[in-house]
């Protein structure tokens, strides 16, 4: 899986002189890293990444496979030749495999699904079968059930208020929902606490086939076989082996029973084709469902209930497999103890070309670039380890049992987790903490996009230009740093960042190809390499961008920590959480007046044919001061560190270590409320949403939430965190 947002850098700005200096290396530093980094550029090689992704894709590699062993193997022995201490970890997880997947309509018509993807003569790899692992959603509780379907659109909270306004009650029946705007776990997470007894997920033909351009093998959008694997966990309460939270799943671990895993769902679900959703959803009746909520089948989309009446069968074996991790590592020659951490996951749901092993490839060019310049002296001042991870499809597995099983070293050692995933063309996208920003827009200052001749930062810079909203495009005149996305979830620096409070970093390009082939028989390596990255030039590019960030993490001699960025960016949540509140509190007035007076109906389109909301709890005022107040004193402290940083190039053990661990401190052990696995208190993935993040996620979700008892304490945390990061940064001020 993979963060799909492709817009990450989020502002726009005129062109400012470019600061000679790496940050954290003066100026002599900075010129001979920079040589570096083009000796590094040189042993990059487009062909060699094509050969190792052809052989890695030749044959599904879900984790529990053979091919997926193989591939763990091939990785570790290129590490150990290029010089790396290598080893395999393996952890014991639970993993489920399909073993009875059944969907028939049983009323009023007759059809039973196929639940097949189709072998295209076109593209060769599709003509596996023994091997092939087929359509559906691990973590799906076992189970059988029959009842009426109801269409529930994207199936997130806002579908089911529209649905209450119909008077339409999901109890006992079966959801129907299109993939896409949330993590796919959502769906069937809401629909059972609505009462639903089962769920069908599947991709329509407007957001994902047809209806968005031509379909494979013409195009690269999805055809009408084509079926989204994926996970349903409930990963925002805790991803990783649902047996082992907390800790890692080591063949002794403790474990928890199978029925008391709280990650799986409640109720049974299967993922379909759009060929199969079309007799369920032309057989259903009841009220035409809202404009917005239409797809591109040539049908009228009706609400339900009924009278289509389906009968759902998923059954799995639930296996113990092991998780195959590989880990490399290459010693620093100053800092041993100071370990800068670089992953991508090498499994996939069946060929993975795309997910993840495009970004797998890049991440071994640069480590071969890297081990290359440490034989020819240049070895790197701090330890990098490079995890190539397994099991992260199912649920960010093989990373959250090392990152676990290792926590207390971790937090301890590790500077900082560089992450990537699959990657195509098109332009940069960078997600991470907000302390790193100032180093990343560096980095994608210091790359020329493989197409246009102009540097990463200015090709995102100019997007932003045309596509920006108003705020950025002022933005612009005012930032010289491009605004880097807050990470929420989806690949596998969650367990960095937000259970163990490690600085973070996903980037990956993307933006002008289709993810038509995500999670199907059709990621194959003939889809990547005709219509993903044709050449492999922009996974190339990304091993340059991957290689300098992480070797400018392991040579600086000051850490490249910078918290006038992060400040800027907390305060940029500060106002959008009291925003958030006024904008409630206004809404939920007007709103309760209408209805109170019965003129909400009027008020609304002549053509909605849904009644109006129930009258809301009026949202209180919240008071803000802490978090303002600890606010404040962040951006003092960070311009302090920042005007003494200039000054003074000072830099000693206790500066760094000082410096990385201040992420620590945004994090709490007794985690958020309801899910203590997530410990960090200004980045998480919504409760909601799973892809999606909630930055300074305690107060923003007690407010989406209406908990309004729970907005103040959750405040006083908030603030808490932000004045001992003050604190932090004021200590490492006088040092310097
Ligand atoms: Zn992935």
Do not use: C
Request: hydrophobic content about 40%; glycine content about 8%.
């Amino acid at each position: 899986m993979r963060f799909l947002a492709l817009l990450l850098l989020v502002s726009a700005g005129a062109v400012f002189a470019a600061d000679d200096d790496i940050v954290g290396f003066n100026a002599s530093a900075s010129t001979s890293q920079r040589a570096l980094e083009e000796q590094l550029d040189s042993i990059i090689n487009a062909d060699e990444m094509d050969e190792w992704l052809r052989r890695m894709s030749a044959e599904p590699h879900h984790v529990g496979s053979l091919a997926s062993k193989e591939n763990a193997e091939f990785i570790a022995e290129l590490f150990e030749s290029w010089g790396y201490d290598t080893e395999i970890v393996g952890y014991e997880i639970l993993l489920p495999e399909p073993k009875t997947r059944e969907i028939e309509l049983v009323a009023p018509t007759s059809f039973t699904a196929s639940l097949r993807e189709e072998t295209l003569a076109e593209d060769p790899s599709t003509a596996v079968r023994e091997t092939l692992l087929q359509p559906y959603n691990a973590f799906s509780i076992d189970g059988e059930v029959e009842a009426e379907l109801v269409f529930v659109n994207y199936g997130m909270p806002e579908d089911y208020e529209i649905l209450e306004r119909y008077g339409i009650d999901v109890t006992g029946k079966i959801a129907i929902a299109k993939y896409g705007r949330s993590w796919r776990g959502i769906k069937p997470k809401l629909a059972g606490e609505k009462g639903a007894i089962g769920t069908i997920i599947y991709s329509d033909p407007a957001d994902d086939g047809y209806g968005a351009g031509d379909v494979y093998p013409k195009g690269p959008f999805k055809n009408d076989s084509g079926v989204q694997r994926g996970s349903v966990m409930d990963m925002p309460t805790y991803p990783g082996d649902v047996l082992t939270p907390g800790r890692g799943a080591t063949e002794r671990a403790r474990r928890l029973k199978r029925e008391d895993a709280p990650t799986i769902t409640k109720i049974p679900v299967l993922p379909i084709s759009y060929r199969d959703a079309l007799p369920l959803l032309s057989a259903m009746g009841g009220e035409v469902v809202p404009q917005e909520w239409r797809g591109a089948l040539p049908i009228t989309y009706h609400l339900g209930p009924g009278p289509a009446k389906v009968r759902l069968k998923a059954e799995f074996d639930w296996n113990m497999v092991t998780a195959y991790n590989v880990i490399a590592r290459l010693e620093g020659s100053e800092y041993p103890d100071e370990w800068v951490i670089r992953g991508n996951h090498h499994d996939g749901w069946n060929h993975g070309a795309s997910d993840p092993l495009s970004g797998q490839v890049a991440m071994l060019a640069e480590a071969k670039a890297v081990a290359r310049l440490a034989a020819a002296g240049h070895r790197p001042l701090r330890t990098i380890i490079y995890g190539a991870w397994d099991a992260e499809e199912p649920g960010l597995i093989g990373s959250t049992e090392w990152a676990e099983d290792h926590a207390d070293e971790l937090k301890e050692h590790a500077v900082a987790y560089l992450n990537t995933d699959g990657s195509a063309r098109g332009f940069l996208g960078i997600g991470g903490s907000h302390v790193l920003e100032r180093y990343l827009n560096q980095v994608a200052d210091d790359v020329n996009d493989p197409r246009a001749d102009i540097s990463l930062k200015e090709r995102s810079r100019a997007n932003r230009m045309i596509t920006g909203d108003e705020k950025s495009r002022s933005e612009a005149k005012n930032r010289k740093d491009l605004r880097i996305s807050p990470l929420g979830s989806g690949s596998d620096y969650t367990p960095f960042l937000q259970h163990l409070g490690i600085a973070s970093v996903n980037v990956g390009f993307g933006g002008e190809a289709s993810d038509g082939s995500y999670h199907t028989l059709y990621d194959t390596y003939e889809h990547f390499t005709k219509f993903k990255d044709p050449g492999l030039t922009y996974g190339a590019t990304l091993a340059k961008v991957t290689g300098r960030a992480t070797l400018r993490l392991a040579n600086a001699p000051r850490l490249p920590f910078d918290f006038k960025g992060l400040a800027d960016n907390v305060a940029l949540y500060v106002t959008e959480l009291e925003e958030l509140a006024n904008g409630m509190r206004d809404k939920t007035m007007a709103e309760n007046q209408l209805i109170k007076d019965g003129t909400y109906a009027v008020a609304m389109n002549p053509y909605t044919t849904f009644g109006p909301p129930l009258a809301k709890d009026p949202v209180p005022h919240f008071n803000f001061a802490p978090l303002k107040n600890a606010l404040s004193r962040l951006q003092e402290a960070a311009e302090a560190f920042d005007a003494a940083a200039a000054e003074n190039d000072a830099a000693t053990e206790e500066v760094n270590k000082l410096l990385y661990t201040s992420e620590r401190l945004l994090t709490r052990e007794a985690g958020l409320d309801g899910r203590p696995w997530y410990k960090h208190h200004i980045y998480a993935p919504g409760f909601y949403t799973g892809y999606g993040v909630k930055t300074i996620p305690g107060v923003r979700e007690a407010i989406e939430q209406r908990e309004y008892d729970k907005v103040g304490p959750q405040i006083d945390i908030a603030a808490e965190v932000l004045n001992d990061l003050a604190d932090r940064i004021t200590t490492l001020t006088d040092m310097l």
